[in-house]
């Protein structure tokens, strides 16, 4: 097959990847976004749990599926990756789009876990390696988030019964709708990964570097789908709490899972960039959430270029 022939069949992968991504993040938000005003939970509880560990899966399963088939820094590389481009990326656009409503409840609950799991993956690797006994550590940690979070619905703390006293119990339908998104949304993510991987493959570069972008991006792109179509729909309550959530469950649960299948190594470079890289955007994002109470168009602006410049950087 000619490299020509070859580059519009990954570019068809593309493509389809991408307009399927965007309609399972239709059908999710509509679906999730039903299913929880039904039962009174608060949009940015659901974005934080059921959608953030949705959109998770994608991550989960190229980290798995390119440990087993090539090398750790696959893996690796796309959640340090995704992580970043989920603050920088989808967060950026999506107040761009719309100023982000801020929620009390993810801020002072769930985003201290976010930079928990962060700082956490930095000192479990700074050693240049994250083990089977790391593994479990995160996996612990992720048992005593969602255990947290249970607890906190349970005790009512995330469930306002009066919230939409005129809202009809959730139908099959509403669960249908969110299963059907999850479905396009992981397959959406795996041919877009498959074809971003096949041209940047071909042209050389590192399964690290690969892991860093192109799979990073594509398995954000759930979460930037899921976020930009709650932006648009002025259901904005979603995007915080998608990320934050997913930025827990992708260090917590994907490394955990990894480095329990196999030890991952951590090269000097990871150490001395994609590391700080990490702990920086979380932080700034912490900041800006801090300051106001939602992140302005000027936040969003001032995320994307950072991501911008974090890609830059990566060029060889």
């Known amino acids: ?176 709708l969110v299963a059907l998104g999850l479905v396009l949304l992981v397959l959406g993510s795996r041919w877009l990964i498959d074809g971003g991987r096949g041209i940047l493959t071909a042209m050389g570069f590192s399964d690290l570097f690969v892991g860093l972008t192109v799979l990073a991006i594509g398995t954000s792109l759930p979460e930037l789908a899921a976020s930009l179509v709650s932006a648009y729909r002025d259901e904005a309550g979603f995007s915080i709490g998608n990320v934050v959530g997913s930025n827990i469950y992708n260090i917590l649960a994907v490394i955990g899972i990894l480095a329990i299948i196999t030890p991952i190594q951590i090269s000097p470079g990871v150490l001395t960039f994609e590391f700080p890289a990490l702990v920086a955007f979380t932080l700034v994002l912490v900041a800006m959430m801090w300051h106001g109470e939602r992140l302005s168009r000027l936040d969003g602006g001032v995320l994307l270029v950072g991501y911008v410049a974090f890609i830059w950087l990566l060029l060889p």
């Not at 999730?32 to 560990?53: D, E, H, I, S």
């Open 1 to 176: 097959m000619s490299y020509g022939a070859l580059l519009s069949i990954e570019t068809l992968f593309l493509v389809a990847g991408i307009l399927l991504l965007w309609k399972g993040a239709d059908l999710l938000v509509t679906g999730a976004g039903t299913v929880a005003l039904g039962f009174g939970l608060r949009r940015a509880t659901v974005g934080v749990t059921v959608v953030a560990f949705a959109t998770t899966a994608p991550e989960l399963f190229v980290a798995v599926v390119g440990t087993i088939t090539a090398t750790t820094d696959i893996g690796l590389g796309a959640v340090i990756g995704s992580n970043i481009a989920n603050i920088g990326l989808v967060l950026g656009l999506a107040a761009l789009i719309r100023p982000l409503p801020i929620s009390e409840t993810v801020l002072r609950r769930h985003v201290p876990f976010m930079v928990l799991a962060a700082l956490l993956l930095v000192v479990l690797g700074a050693n240049g390696r994250i083990g089977r006994l790391d593994g479990i550590v995160l996996l612990g940690v992720l048992g005593g988030f969602s255990y947290y979070i249970a607890k906190r619905v349970q005790a009512g703390a995330a469930f306002s019964p009066n919230a939409l006293p005129n809202q009809p119990d959730p139908t099959t339908r509403d669960w249908a």
